[in-house]
Each structure stands twice: as C-alpha cells, then as structure tokens.
C-alpha cells in the first residue's frame, strides 16, 4: 500500500507545471538555491516559488535551509527523489 500512495504523491507533485519547472531546476544543480535565484530562474514570483519549494519540502523532495533571511533548497535524498528524477528525465525527452 505504501508505495501505491507514493505514485499518487509522485503524480501530484509533477501534476503541477509550475512544481515541475522547479523541480527542474533544484535537481539540475549541484548547489544550494535560494528561493529568489530558483523564482529568477522559473520566471515566476518569489512568493510563488516559496509556496510550491514549501510544498515539495512537506512531502520530502526538497530540503530546505535558512541562510539568513533566505530558504535554500537542495534536493532531498531518498527513494521517491531517485524515482522523480527517472521521471523527469522521461518527461524532458517528450
């Protein structure tokens, strides 16, 4: 049952265009980035990215770290990151 309600999660979080541009660019990255460089990056508004990096910090695909004033996210280590990432890589070939 577990891994049933892992690809419900899964298509949850990449049901979302905006999540998916994100996800794109924290897993496309070898460092840290702060939500101001990831809305910069996605072209939409900081508040927008720091709802949706939120989101994905809840359900364990980012991690997240204050610098300051500033959240900055990484990807999250862990089983449903390894299948996000096979995921998006599908998806990039569409």
């Given amino acids: ?48 990215a720091s709802h949706q990096l939120a989101y994905l910090s809840a359900h364990g695909v980012v991690e997240g770290h204050r610098m300051g004033q500033t959240m900055c996210y990484m990807p999250a280590k862990g089983e449903l990151s390894g299948t996000l990432v096979k995921v998006l890589k599908v998806l990039s070939n569409e």
């Fill in 1 to 48: 049952m577990q891994k049933e309600s892992d690809n419900v999660l899964l298509m949850k979080i990449l049901g979302n265009a905006t999540r998916q541009k994100i996800l794109r660019i924290v897993y496309g990255t070898k460092k840290d980035l702060c939500v101001n460089e990831i809305a910069e990056r996605a072209r939409i508004s900081q508040s927008l």
